[in-house]
């Protein structure tokens, strides 16, 4: 074997042994930022290269983007994945050799601009996966001994194809981490929405109680409560702390709590309203917010007083099928501390006659066709099974809703509290 051949074989060799241990770090680094950065060390050692920039594939966007560091932070860029040379070798899945970048009409000048450092040469090679779908684009800039050669190219080839598999394994188990996150935060938020919940309605001479709660999938922030206001009262409540998660069922919870604690020294559902609305508001991050009916019915005159912050309609059906709707008034709880809560007149409950504080749960989920079931058709079954108890204007409820709208489409909170007296 010539002294050239020799030469040839063991720096063949010794790429093949970078390349295996670069291989096996990639490897060992399950996480997606560390990753990152083992790349661009790894490029750049291999090619002798100054910097090396690595953009990730959005399909969902069909965008390129990348982290890179500006003069005064870490900037997060994208750019349609056709666009410049890491779009073209996107684009074409083909290595590229620039030799001077500010001659080539792709080249991005205004990254060097942000970053304060100036690009000479790229060797730019596309990142795929197993199946060969593209993950990225791996760009080696700015080699310190010269031009990037065709040899360079062949090396980082091999590189990227290790790259886009360690990436892609690292991005699907950010994925499964993060669903399972999810799920658990769900699970607790579905546990905290359970134990709000009263485990019956209380008994109350005159009156015929019930209540109903189906959380969906997405664990929203429904409540309602069924309670004793003392003197022969008892109060209702059904709101909606906005969103999904853990964060709205503590709102939810910390609601259902204060309008408890405030009905014991309280009349009014309005005023307790207002007073927990100021609590609230000086408690809660922006952005969260809670909605609220509140009533209360009085055995010794069959009167119902009920205030609403933002929830609504309720539903008042008489004993020969006239019906009244009571919309939603007033602002949501904890978004100004000073709003103040009106009150409907007081109603008159005559015997067979029922009040429901109904969750756009219900009345908003999705038929079939795409369509909002519309409150129309709650009013409709409601009238339809008035002289049946109040479980049974539920249960109504609930068949009308599970035989239109797919289980799939429940995207929110089924809800409904009713009060009939008897």
């Not at 005064?72 to 410049?84: K, N, Q």
């Not at 938020?189 to 001479?205: G, M, N, S, V, W």
Request: charge should be negative.
């Amino acid at each position: 074997m010539s002294d050239h051949a020799q030469d040839d074989a063991a720096t063949l060799r010794r790429h093949l042994d970078v390349l295996l241990g670069i291989t096996r770090r990639l490897a060992s680094e399950p996480r997606l930022d560390p990753l990152l950065e083992s790349i661009a060390e790894e490029t750049c050692n291999l090619l002798d290269a100054e910097r090396a920039t690595l953009f990730l594939y959005d399909a969902a966007r069909d965008e390129l983007y990348s982290r890179i560091a500006t003069k005064s932070e870490i900037e997060v860029i994208r750019m349609p994945a056709d666009r410049g040379i890491a779009g073209s070798v996107a684009r074409t899945q083909a290595c590229l050799v620039i030799s001077d970048a500010y001659a080539d009409p792709r080249f991005n000048r205004d990254i060097d601009g942000r970053t304060g450092w100036r690009t000479r040469n790229i060797l730019a090679v596309p990142m795929t996966n197993l199946q060969g779908n593209l993950v990225g684009v791996l760009e080696a800039l700015n080699k310190r001994t010269g031009p990037f050669a065709d040899a360079d190219a062949t090396l980082m080839r091999a590189l990227a194809d290790q790259a886009g598999v360690a990436l892609e394994r690292a991005r699907l188990l950010e994925e499964f981490l993060a669903k399972r996150e999810l799920e658990n935060e769900m699970q607790l938020a579905q546990r905290i929405q359970a134990d709000l919940l009263p485990e019956a309605a209380p008994p109350i001479d005159g009156f015929d109680l019930a209540g109903w709660n189906q959380p969906s999938a997405y664990a929203g922030g429904d409540l309602y409560d069924l309670f004793p206001w003392g003197d022969g009262r008892v109060g209702l409540m059904l709101g909606d702390a906005v969103g999904h998660g853990v964060g709205p069922a503590l709102l939810a919870a910390e609601t259902r709590a204060l309008v408890r604690a405030m009905a014991l020294r309280e009349d009014r559902p309005e005023r307790i309203l207002a007073d927990a609305n100021r609590l609230l508001a000086a408690d809660v991050e922006e952005g969260r917010f809670v909605t609220l009916a509140l009533a209360v019915a009085d055995t010794a005159d069959g009167t119902l007083a009920c205030a609403s912050a933002g929830q609504g309609p309720m539903l008042l059906v008489r004993s020969d099928g006239r019906t009244e709707r009571f919309l939603a008034t007033g602002l949501p709880l904890g978004i100004l501390p000073d709003a103040q809560f009106g009150a409907a007149e007081p109603i008159r409950l005559e015997s067979g006659d029922a009040f429901l504080l109904i969750s756009d749960g219900i009345f908003e989920c999705e038929t079939a066709g795409g369509k909002e079931l519309g409150f129309d058709a709650v009013v409709e079954t409601v009238r339809n099974h008035r002289d049946g108890s109040a479980e049974a204007m539920i249960q109504a409820l609930r068949a009308l809703t599970e035989s239109v709208c797919p289980s799939e489409r429940f995207r929110d909170d089924r809800t409904v509290v009713v009060v009939r007296r008897t």
